[in-house]
C-alpha cells in the first residue's frame, strides 16, 4: 500500500532497526509522508493491515494510545483484573465497545491503542476508563447506546 498507493519509497535499516520512509519524484500528495509513518505505527501497534490502510485513505482517522495505569495506579491482580474487564469473556466487551463507536480497539498488555474519529475515541474511552474504574459491563453497555 505504502509504495502502490503513496508513491513512497520504503526500506528497513537493519544497523538501526528502523523503517525508513521517503517520497519520490511520483509522490503526488504532500500528506504522504505522515500517512505513511502513521500506517507503519498502527501495524506495528496491532491493528489489522486493513484498519491501517483507512488511515493512508481516510483523514478524519487518529490513534490514541494510554496505559490503563495512566487511568487508575493498579498491580498485579487487579490490573489483570482490568485488563479481563475491558476484553470481557471471549472479546465481548471488546467487541461491543468497538461495534457501538465505530472504533478498532487494541490490548497489548496494559496499553490501549483506538483507532478512529476524534470523537468516537472520545466515547470509547470514556467507556474503557469507566471499566477501569469498576464499573460493570452491563452499565457501559446501556451509556453507550
Sequence with gaps: ????????????????KSVELRTSEHTDQISALQKGSDFVKAFLMGFDVADAIALLRLDDLYIDTFEVKDVKPLHGDHLSRAIGRIAGKAGKTKFAIENATRTRIVLADSKIHMLGSFSNIKIARDAICDLILGSPPG???TKLR
Design 1 to 16: 500500500p505504502l509504495v502502490n498507493h503513496m508513491k513512497l519509497q520504503v526500506r528497513m535499516n537493519l544497523k538501526t
Design 139 to 141: 452499565k457501559v453497555y
